[in-house]
């Protein structure tokens, strides 16, 4: 199993990015799937998850209202669509899946499947 991030890049504050992540794993319809973060000097941290149960999601207060996390099982893709980015936002972003999780996970222990990372920068 592996996942392929992308869509990372440079971004005044105030714009927008979408990052996709695709797996390919055949159980991906079956799979919890979620992004986090690691900026520099800082441990990496939950962003946002989405499960399989009615398009179940679950986001870090910090990404409230501006992020927004979804799925199409059709392409196994898991997107981010981050609005309204903010120079605190800068970090590398990292999806990971969790194969027969029905419901979101923001533990990342909980997690069993990395991808490699992209990177956000918001320049203010």
């Known amino acids: 199993v592996q996942l392929q991030a992308s869509g990372g890049g440079l971004v005044q504050a105030g714009g927008s990015l979408r990052l996709s992540c695709v797996a390919s794993?055949?159980?991906?319809?079956?799979?919890?799937l979620g992004w986090f973060r690691q900026a520099p000097g800082k441990e990496r941290e939950f962003v946002a998850s989405?499960?399989?149960?009615?398009?179940?999601?679950f986001y870090a207060d910090s990404v409230l209202g501006r992020f927004t996390i979804s799925r199409d099982n059709a392409k196994n893709t898991v997107y981010l669509q981050m609005n309204s980015l903010k120079p605190e936002d800068t970090a590398v972003y990292y999806c990971?899946?969790?194969?027969?999780?029905?419901?979101?996970?923001?533990?990342?222990?909980?997690?069993?499947?990395w991808g490699q990372g992209t990177q956000v920068t918001v320049s203010s």
């Open positions: 990971a899946s969790r194969q027969g999780s029905s419901w979101y996970l923001t533990v990342q222990n909980d997690y069993d499947v």
């Open positions: 794993e055949r159980t991906f319809s079956r799979s919890a």
């Open positions: 989405i499960g399989t149960i009615g398009g179940s999601t």
